[in-house]
């Protein structure tokens, strides 16, 4: 993984940026071609999202689950290095409609531990290879 290239079709995604940095912490130098790398880490699959888990007897909202799944897969050019994986991270959090701000960016934070969680364990997966 000397010269890597990252395939996604989000480069925006916090994952992406996430991954990125960590590859670059880690001295691994990223290239923009695939025709100059000596792997592909390829993102298959790259989502957040969140769902409602309770709510008030006024029917509102009470409880969410923000999620965070990424699908991902590395070969070298001529084999798989590593067959495609799938992680997913869930992270509830309550909600109150009279602090809407700090609860919204509780969300944003919640996402970026989520990322976090997800880049460490990638980069434990490739450890291991």
């Known amino acids: 993984m000397n010269r890597t290239f990252i395939s996604t079709s989000n480069e925006q995604s ?4 996430a991954l990125r940095s960590e590859f ?5 130098e990223l290239v923009d071609s695939p025709a100059d790398a ?3 880490f390829a993102i298959e699959q790259d989502v ?4 409602v ?3 008030s007897a006024r029917n509102v909202p009470r409880e969410y689950e923000v999620n965070y799944i990424v699908r991902y897969s590395l070969a070298d050019g001529q084999a798989i290095l ?14 109150d409609e009279t602090k809407v701000l700090g ?7 919640l996402r970026g531990e989520l990322v976090n969680d997800l880049v460490r364990v990638v980069m434990i997966q490739l450890a291991a290879l």
Not at 103 to 109: A, F, L, S, Y
């Open 14 to 17: 916090l994952f992406y940026r």
């Open 24 to 28: 670059q912490t880690a001295g691994i």
């Open 38 to 40: 000596t792997a592909i």
């Open 48 to 51: 957040t999202g969140q769902r």
């Open 53 to 55: 888990l309770a709510v």
């Open 82 to 95: 590593m067959e495609t994986r799938e992680q997913i991270k869930t992270q509830a959090y309550t909600w």
């Open 103 to 109: 609860k919204t960016q509780e969300e944003k934070v």
